[in-house]
């Protein structure tokens, strides 16, 4: 996909949501400067402005908070520290890290492939991951990118190099997975699911 495009896409989202609940915020000072209706009752004429007072500068807060966003996801691969990092980048272009995963506890790669081909060329969409060994059965996948299978065979066979090389040449396994993966929820917390 066109991560430029998607990123300045949302920035200008992000701006316009800032821009529209500072707005509203500002306008409900404005309910409160308007003259009395000589035709309503004060105590209704008041009961309306408070309650358009909480209207805007509640949706006005939210509209707000939804501009300043968490932050575009993304994942660096840092080979001279040998790890993974996990994280943000945040508004002011700073990488906030979420999770840190040294080159030796990583235990796969994982390519989940879309049964259909969508977007130009009909290229099938794909997602790679790092499988982590936590123990007995479970299995933690981290998400590394997400794009069209073709433009991420290449960046599996580097990452499988690259772990490779930090192992003494010792190789590690890769998978695929040909049907859909995903998070799903159960009654002990979430689980990696690829089918």
Known sequence: MNQVKTVSGGAVLRAFCRFLGVALAISSIGLWVMQNAPVMDDTVLLT????????????????????????????????????????????????????????????????SCSKATSGI??????????????????????????????????????????????????AIPSYESHGRAGLKIRTDGMAFRAA
């Open 48 to 111: 309306m402005k408070l309650g358009l007072t909480c209207l805007f500068v509640g949706l006005g807060g939210l509209l707000y908070l939804f501009g300043q966003g968490g932050g575009i996801a993304s994942t660096q691969i840092d080979l001279h520290n040998r790890m993974v990092r996990r994280g943000r980048i945040s508004s002011n272009n700073e990488f906030e890290t979420e999770t840190l995963v040294p080159f030796e506890d990583v235990t796969g790669l994982l390519l």
């Open 121 to 170: 060329g009909n290229a099938r969409q794909a997602t790679l991951y790092l499988r982590l060994d936590d123990g007995g059965e479970n299995l933690t996948a981290i998400e590394v990118l997400s794009g069209p299978e073709q433009l991420l065979r290449p960046i599996q066979e580097r990452l499988l190099r690259d772990l490779k090389d930090d192992r003494g040449g010792l």
